[in-house]
C-alpha cells in the first residue's frame, strides 16, 4: 500500500506524493542547476565587499554551535529517517561529537592559526624579514557524501570559515532529510551571502564541480572524484579531494586476537561499514585464521546479539547500494569462496529492512568483485598469509589506502607495516580513531585523495599562505647589480658557493 510524504516545494508549501518503499526517501523540489552561478556571485560579492575578521569568525563558530547543540534531536531523527535506520549513540559520537569538537578547536585556535608566522632569511638576506601570513581565498565549495552526512558537510565548512571564507554547500542527494536539516541549521546561523546550501541530484552536483569557486571539496568515491577533478580543471579551481579505497588491517602473528577481532569489528561494523576509513578486509597469519572468525563472530553476538530488533545496526542506505553489496556475495559464491554470515537474518526481512548482516569472504581471490572494489558495507574479506612479508608485498602492489591499521605489540614490526604503504592515515592497534583527532590531518594520497583538512590543516587548506618579504633601508642584495666586476664579483662568487 502506498505510503504518503509531504515534499516543500515553496515557502511553507508543501504537496502530497505516493510511497511505495520501506523506507521512505523524502523528494525536494529544488531550483534549476541554472541558478547556481548567481548564488555564488552573491557570495563572492558579498565576500569582496566585506571579508570576515577574526571576531565575525569566531562568532559565526560559536552561533554554529549554539545551534547544532540545540538541534541534536533533529539531526538524528533526520539521519535515522534517510537511512532507514541508524543507531542514535551513532550518530551522536560520528556527527555531533566530531563536529562539535572541530569547533571548539577552531575557536580556540583561530587567533593563533590567523597571525603571520616568522621566516628566518638566513644570513644572506640580513636584516630582512620575511613571514608567511594566512589569507582567505575567497569562496569555498563544498560536495559531501551521505554515509556521515552532517560530519563530511560541516567539518570542512568550519575550517572554510575559520580561515575567514564564505561557503557554497552541496550536501548529497541520497540523504534528503539530511539536506533539508543542513540547509536550515546553517539559514538560522549565517546570513544567506556567507553561506548558501544547493539541494539536487546528480545534475546539480555536476554544474556545481564546475563553478568558478576559489577552492572546491570533494568527499565520495573515486570515481566521482575523477569527475570532480575535470568539471573544476577548466576553472583551475584548487580541488581537495578526500575519496576512498580499500584500508587494510594487518594483524601481526604476536598480536591477541580477541582484543583484534573487538577492535576491527568496530572499524567494521560501526555505520554497517559505510565509512570510508572503515576496514575494507583483514590479513592474518593462516594458522589462526579460524580463531580469527570464531572471535569477530562472538563480537558481532556480543554488540548485536541475534538481530532480533537490531536496533544498534544501520542499515543501509539505499536499494542500489543493498544490490551492490549481494552481488559482490554472489560473486564471491560464484568463485567457490566460503561466505560466512556471522547472524542469520531471513533473505526476506534483509531486503525489507536494507539490513544487510556482517558477513565474512574467507580467502577471496584477487579478481573477485568484493577486492577489486571498494565495499562501503558489511562485507569483510579476510585473507591469509604464511609470512608478513607476503601481506606487506599485497599492500604494497595495490593502489595506496586512505587508512591502514597494523595491529602488533612489536615496534619494528609496526614500523615495517606502516613503511609498507604511504596510506593517507594510519591507526595503531586499533581502527577510525586517528579521524577523530582533529590535531591530526585527514586525507590521502593518489586513488585515495589529494589534500587534507581537520584542524590547522584544514585552515591551511581553505586559505591563501601568502610569502611576505620585507626589505630594510639598507641591504647588500642593493650591490648585486652589474657591472659585475671588483668586489661585486668576488661577493656574487662568495655567495654562490
Known amino acids: 500500500m502506498a505510503r504518503i510524504v509531504r515534499a516543500r516545494v515553496g515557502a511553507g508549501a508543501w504537496r502530497i506524493l505516493p510511497r511505495m518503499d520501506a523506507a521512505p526517501h523524502l523528494t525536494i523540489a529544488t531550483p534549476p542547476a541554472a541558478d547556481l552561478p548567481a548564488t555564488l556571485e552573491r557570495l563572492r560579492t558579498a565576500w569582496l565587499a566585506n571579508k570576515p575578521g577574526l571576531e565575525q ?27 532507514g535506520h541508524r543507531s542514535t549513540h551513532e550518530n551522536l559520537i560520528s556527527e555531533a561529537m566530531v563536529t562539535l569538537s572541530e569547533i571548539d578547536l577552531a575557536r580556540r585556535k583561530l587567533r593563533r592559526w590567523a597571525k603571520p608566522r616568522r621566516v628566518g632569511v638566513g644570513w644572506k638576506f640580513w636584516p630582512a624579514r620575511a613571514e608567511i601570513r594566512p589569507l582567505p581565498v575567497g569562496v569555498v565549495g563544498i560536495i ?13 565548512l568550519v575550517s572554510a570559515i575559520a580561515a575567514g571564507n564564505h561557503v557554497y554547500l552541496k550536501p548529497s542527494e541520497h540523504t534528503p532529510r539530511t539536506s533539508e536539516f543542513l540547509r536550515d541549521l546553517l539559514a538560522e546561523v549565517f546570513p544567506a551571502d556567507r553561506v548558501a ?3 539536487g541530484g546528480a545534475d546539480v552536483g555536476a554544474a556545481f564541480s564546475a563553478l568558478p569557486f576559489d577552492h572546491l571539496l570533494f568527499t565520495g568515491s573515486t570515481a566521482v572524484g575523477r569527475k570532480v577533478m575535470a568539471a573544476a580543471a577548466p576553472n583551475l579551481t584548487p580541488v581537495t579531494l578526500e575519496l576512498g579505497g580499500k584500508a587494510p588491517a594487518v594483524v601481526a602473528p604476536d598480536f591477541p586476537l580477541d582484543l583484534a577481532a573487538a577492535r576491527i569489528a568496530s572499524g567494521k561494523w560501526f555505520n554497517a561499514g559505510q565509512t570510508c576509513i572503515g576496514v575494507d578486509y583483514a590479513l592474518v597469519d593462516v594458522a589462526r585464521r579460524d580463531a580469527f572468525v570464531a572471535a569477530l563472530r ?6 548485536f546479539g541475534d538481530f532480533a530488533d537490531a536496533s544498534n545496526y544501520t542499515r543501509i542506505i539505499n536499494a542500489g547500494q543493498f544490490d551492490r553489496l549481494q552481488g559482490y556475495v554472489d560473486d564471491a559464491r560464484a568463485r567457490g569462496c566460503t561466505v560466512v554470515p556471522l547472524v542469520e537474518v531471513a533473505p526476506e526481512r534483509m531486503r525489507a529492512e536494507r539490513l544487510f548482516p556482517p558477513t565474512l569472504v574467507l580467502d577471496p581471490p584477487d579478481d573477485s568483485a568484493v577486492m577489486r572494489n571498494e565495499i562501503f558495507g558489511p562485507l569483510l574479506p579476510v585473507r591469509t598469509y604464511a609470512r608478513l612479508d607476503e601481506a606487506l608485498a599485497y599492500i604494497g602492489t595495490h593502489d595506496r589506502p586512505l587508512a591502514l591499521y597494523p595491529f602488533s605489540n ?3 614490526t609496526v614500523e615495517r607495516i606502516i613503511g609498507s604503504t604511504l596510506a593517507g592515515g594510519v591507526t595503531v592497534n586499533d581502527t577510525l580513531v586517528h579521524f577523530a583527532v582533529d590535531g591530526l590531518p585527514f586525507g590521502g594520497s593518489g586513488p585515495s585523495g589529494m589534500g587534507a583538512i581537520h584542524g590547522r590543516t584544514g585552515f591551511d587548506t581553505f586559505s591563501k599562505l601568502l610569502p611576505v618579504f620585507r626589505q630594510t633601508r639598507w641591504a647588500a642584495t642593493d650591490l648585486l647589480r652589474p657591472p659585475y666586476k671588483g668586489y661585486v664579483d668576488r661577493l656574487v662568487r662568495f655567495l654562490a658557493r
Open 57 to 83: 569568525r569566531r562568532a559565526d563558530l560559536g552561533r554554529l554551535r549554539h545551534v547544532l547543540s540545540r538541534r541534536l534531536e533533529a539531526m538524528d531523527a533526520a539521519i535515522r529517517a534517510d537511512f
Open 144 to 156: 559531501s557524501p551521505w554515509n556521515y552526512p552532517v560530519n563530511l558537510a560541516l567539518v570542512p
Open 298 to 303: 562472538a563480537q558481532v553476538q556480543a554488540r
Open 410 to 412: 612489536d615496534t619494528r
Open 197 to 199: 546550501v544547493a539541494i
